[in-house]
């Protein structure tokens, strides 16, 4: 299979795990015999500071021309410290959201077992937790009219809602719980707030068609609660983009860490792959960023997006194997972990990919 993937390795950390991402497509295309062609955009501070703008023309051109997208992370202290500054690295990432209509953000939270002891939540309410949520992506308060008034003492951001958005997305959701365990969860704020009651009628409408489903609605509020008390009680959750963007984070600690989670971002054309975390400045760098995140995004760009299910399935063998090995990066060892197991992101990148060629029966690179 030929395809044309486009990298966007962004700011901090994203630069340093792409890299282990970009290895492990290379390394399924030599094992499997296709060819991945590779082109890099920029995005986010390092394209502001060198085109004034956090995503260029030129870059947008790109990625509308590929059939994947491997993305690291934005973001830069500079704008954390000075909210005022008014072109700052995050408006790449929603505009390219918006422009490549990426509506729908899938994120697998599944628990390796090696790494029941590294989460923060007891082994035995973990043990068997597999969640995939849908984060609705291009609507909500993120793109609702904001503003400031009376002397600008006052703020305002509106979360809105169109039945259509919430229709494309429910449907994407009721469909993947159909080859899973064929329950949704629709997370809302129903009982306040007027958008979620839109929110709620219409997946209420969309479920009809999906018969062989359940589905529940919960507040937000509650859903919260629930995810840390009996995780394993949900199979898909779908919900808007605030609530998602809270929670899949909150469900992060599941995995055990930001560094594990993967997503994809999906509409009707292109699709984005992306690890949840952010550019991290804290340890940029210092070459310690655990690179499986966005090994794990690759994974999912191979299987919904080229459909290459059991190169996507030996990522993750691949995964497994480097952990049942003992080898961690400090975000995930335990006071357990052999000192000399403690990798760094760009060998632990390597390790993942050996293990691929180890699977397909390769010999290893050294
Ligand atoms: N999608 C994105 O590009 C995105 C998402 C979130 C935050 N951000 C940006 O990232 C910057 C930092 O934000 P933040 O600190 O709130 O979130 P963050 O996800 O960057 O980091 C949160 C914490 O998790 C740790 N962490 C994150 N990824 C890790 C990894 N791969 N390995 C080991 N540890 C990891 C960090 O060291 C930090 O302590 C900000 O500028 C923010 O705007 C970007």
């Known amino acids: 299979m030929k395809k044309k993937i486009t990298i966007l390795p962004g700011d901090g950390i994203g630069k340093e795990v792409t890299a282990c991402g970009k290895k492990v497509l290379e390394q399924i295309a030599e094992c499997f015999g296709h060819e991945f062609v590779f082109d890099y955009g920029q995005i986010g501070h390092e394209a502001i500071e060198a085109t004034g703008t956090p995503l260029p023309d030129e870059t947008l051109a790109k990625l509308k021309k590929s059939d994947a997208i491997l993305f690291g992370a934005v973001g830069h202290p500079k704008y954390d410290n000075d909210p005022t500054l008014p072109v700052r690295p995050e408006q790449g990432l929603l505009k390219m959201r918006k422009e490549l209509g990426l509506y729908a953000n899938l994120r697998p939270i599944k628990l390796f077992d090696e790494l029941l002891a590294a989460s923060s939540i007891k082994p035995e309410i973990l043990k ?3 969640i995939l949520f849908f984060r609705e992506l291009t609507g909500d308060v993120y793109f609702g009219e904001r503003g400031r008034k009376n002397d600008n003492k006052t703020a305002y951001d509106t979360m809105i809602y169109s039945t259509y958005e919430v229709e494309r997305i ?72 605030l609530f998602g963007d809270i929670l899949t984070d909150e469900a992060s ?72 090995e003992g080898y961690r990066t400090r975000d995930i060892a335990d006071p357990s972990t052999a000192h000399e197991k403690i990798l760094g992101t760009e060998v632990m990148g390597n390790v993942v990919s050996n293990q691929i060629r180890m699977i397909v029966s390769l010999p290893v690179e050294k």
Do not use: C
Request: no cysteine; hydrophobic share 45%; net charge neutral.
């Open 128 to 130: 068997g937790a597999d």
């Open 170 to 241: 429910a449907h994407k959701a009721f469909k993947a719980a159909q080859t899973r365990r064929k329950k949704v969860t629709s997370v809302d704020k129903a009982n306040v707030l007027e958008s979620s009651r839109l929110w709620r009628a219409v997946v209420q409408e969309v479920a009809k068609q999906y018969p062989d489903v359940t589905v529940e609605h919960m507040f937000v509020d509650a859903a919260a609660m629930k995810l840390i008390q009996n995780p394993k009680s949900f199979d898909v959750v779908v919900t808007g983009n």
């Open 253 to 324: 600690q599941i995995a055990g860490s930001m560094g594990m989670l993967a997503s994809a971002s999906v509409g009707d054309t292109v699709g984005l792959y992306e690890p949840i975390h952010g550019s991290a400045h804290d340890i940029t760098g210092k070459g310690i960023a655990n690179p499986l995140a966005s090994i794990l995004s690759a994974a999912l760009l191979l299987d919904i997006s080229f459909g290459l299910q059991e190169e996507a399935d030996t990522v993750i063998k691949a995964v497994e194997r480097t952990l049942k």
